[in-house]
C-alpha cells in the first residue's frame, strides 16, 4: 500500500503541471499511458498464442493521437489508414503461413480502435474550453467509483459480481462505488462553478457521476476478461504498486469518452 500511494502522488505531481499546461506535455503524458498500454495488450494476447501486429498497433495508435490532439480533422483518416495497413502485414503474415492471421487482424484493429480512437478522448476532453477543470470532474468520477467499490467491497462485499471475470468484486462493492461517483460529480461540479469558470450544475454533476459510476467498471471487468483469459494478474509492471498502464487506465477509457459526450450534449 506504502508503494502504491507513494507510486500516486509522483503520478499526481507529473500529472497537474501536464494537465494545467496542455499541449506537448499533456500529449505526452496521455500519449505514454496509451502507447504503454498498447504494449501490453500485445503481450496479453501473445500470451495466448496470437500474433497481433505490434509495430502496426503502437505506430498507429501514435499516428491516431498525434492527429487527434494536433490536427483533429485528420484523426479519422489517420485511424484508417492503420487499419488498411494492419490488413495488409496480416495478409502477408497469412501468405506465409500464419493460418491465425484474420483473428490477429481482427485483435490489431480493437487495440487500434479502443486504445488509439477511444484512448484519445483523454486530449479530446482537455481540449474542451476550460478543458483542465473538466477533466478534473470526470476522471475523479471514475477514481472515486473505483476507491469506493474497493473500500467498501473490500469489507462488506458479500454477493459476487461476476465471479468468472473478477473473483474479488462484489455488488456491495459496485453499487458503493456509483454512490462516491454521484458524490464525487455533485461536488467538484460545485466547487469548479462556485470557484472557478465551469458552468454546471450540482445536478448535473451527481447525474455524470451516476453514469460513469455505472459504466466504467465495465472497462475494468474487460481488461480482467483478457487477463483472465491467459491467468495473467497484471497488465504489466511499469508503474509500482499499480501494475500496468493498461491496469490503471482501463475505466479512464469509458470515463473520458462518456464524460466528453456528456459536456457536449447535456452541459
Not at 169 to 174: D, I, M, R, T, V
Request: aromatic residues 16%; glycine residues 12%; hydrophobic residues 55%.
Amino acid at each position: 500500500m506504502l508503494k502504491r500511494t507513494l507510486t500516486s502522488l509522483i503520478i499526481l505531481a507529473i500529472g497537474l503541471p501536464a494537465l494545467a499546461f496542455g499541449g506537448l506535455p499533456y500529449f505526452l503524458l496521455i500519449g505514454f499511458l496509451l502507447i504503454a498500454a498498447a504494449w501490453e495488450y500485445t503481450t496479453i494476447f501473445q500470451a495466448a498464442g496470437y500474433h497481433p501486429s505490434r509495430p502496426v498497433l503502437l505506430g498507429g495508435t501514435f499516428v491516431v493521437i498525434l492527429a487527434r490532439g494536433f490536427f483533429p480533422d485528420y484523426g479519422l483518416l489517420a485511424l484508417e489508414v492503420s487499419v488498411l495497413l494492419a490488413l495488409a502485414v496480416h495478409l502477408l503474415a497469412y501468405e506465409r503461413g500464419r493460418d491465425d492471421a484474420p483473428l490477429d487482424f481482427s485483435i490489431t484493429v480493437g487495440g487500434l480502435v479502443y486504445l488509439g480512437w477511444i484512448g484519445s478522448y483523454l486530449l479530446d476532453l482537455r481540449a474542451l474550453p476550460d478543458g483542465p477543470w473538466w477533466v478534473f470532474v470526470v476522471l475523479p468520477c471514475t477514481w472515486m467509483a473505483d476507491v469506493g467499490a474497493y473500500m467498501i467491497g473490500s469489507v462488506y462485499g458479500r454477493h459476487k459480481m461476476a465471479p468468472r471475470l473478477s473473483p474479488k468484486k462484489s455488488w456491495e462493492g459496485y453499487w458503493a462505488g456509483v454512490v462516491s461517483a454521484i458524490w464525487a460529480g455533485m461536488f467538484f461540479s460545485y466547487a469548479f462553478s462556485a470557484w472557478g469558470p465551469l458552468e454546471i450544475t450540482i445536478w448535473q454533476g451527481g447525474l455524470l457521476g451516476l453514469i460513469i459510476g455505472l459504466l466504467t467498471p465495465l472497462g475494468d471487468l474487460g481488461e480482467s476478461m483478457f487477463k483472465r483469459w491467459v491467468a495473467m494478474k497484471d497488465s504489466g509492471s511499469i508503474i509500482p504498486g499499480h501494475g500496468g498502464a493498461f491496469d490503471r487506465i482501463d475505466s479512464w477509457l469509458w470515463g473520458c469518452i462518456i464524460g466528453y459526450y456528456f459536456i457536449i450534449w447535456f452541459v
